[in-house]
Structures are given as structure tokens and as C-alpha cells.
């Protein structure tokens, strides 16, 4: 009894580039930015972290629910005359991250802190509308 596989060149080439996610023009080193949310009692707060961001190249966005963090993270030049760069491994360039709550925030209340390099955000839930019962006459 023989054990003969027949095995098609093309089948690895082929699933190789179907499984794997291609990507077009999209920068491989682009700062993430990473989020904890924490939801205590009548507020939420988030702890992002932005190391290396200046204060003031950071924005937050509120809408209803949704919150959206954007950063800049720029590469300031510092080179020195006969000094060369042999091996730069920090990332530059913008980031942005937005996630949704589950409740809609009261942005009138919302309060930012930047201290070493993590943003925190303390965002107050709205009160809920009181439903009314109506007398009918």
C-alpha cells in the first residue's frame, strides 16, 4: 500500500495570501494609543496613555456616548554637527482612538488631566430624563 500525497505548488502561494491581511499605503509605526475605562458609579474614567505627547497637541472630542482622542506625536530634530543617527526606533505621526459608552456624557462636567505622559478623563453621566405621567381629564 503506497502513501502518495499529491501537494499543488500554488496551494501554499495562494493560501498564504488570502489568510494574511494586506495592507495598502498604511504606516506600520503608528503610535497606538492605549485606553482604560473604568466606570465608577455615577462617572466613567479613562486612562490613556500618550507617552512622549505634549499637552497641547492632544484633543478630545464628546458626543453623546462617544469619546474620541486624538494625539500628534512630532519628531523634534536634535542633531548635532558630525553626528549620525545610526538607529531610530520611536515612532512620530497621529493617532486617534474613539470608543463608545453606555451611557451619554455630560461634557459641561468633564474634566481633563495630562501628567506623565497618561491623559485622564473624568466624564459624568448624564441624568436620565424623568419620565412624567400625565393625568388625562
Known sequence: MSNLIRKDPFDDLF???????????????????????KEQGEQYVVHAELPGVKKEDIHVHIDGAVVSISAELKQEKEEKEGERVLRRERT???????????????????V??????????????????????????
Open 92 to 110: 512620530f505621526g497621529k493617532s486617534s482612538r474613539s470608543f463608545q459608552l453606555g451611557q451619554d456624557i455630560d461634557e459641561s462636567k468633564a
Open 15 to 37: 493560501r498564504g495570501f488570502f489568510v494574511r491581511p494586506v495592507e495598502f499605503n498604511e504606516p506600520k509605526d503608528v503610535p497606538s494609543i492605549k485606553v482604560d475605562v
Open 112 to 137: 481633563a488631566r495630562f501628567t506623565d505622559g497618561v491623559l485622564e478623563l473624568t466624564l459624568p453621566k448624564k441624568t436620565a430624563n424623568q419620565s412624567k405621567r400625565l393625568a388625562i381629564q
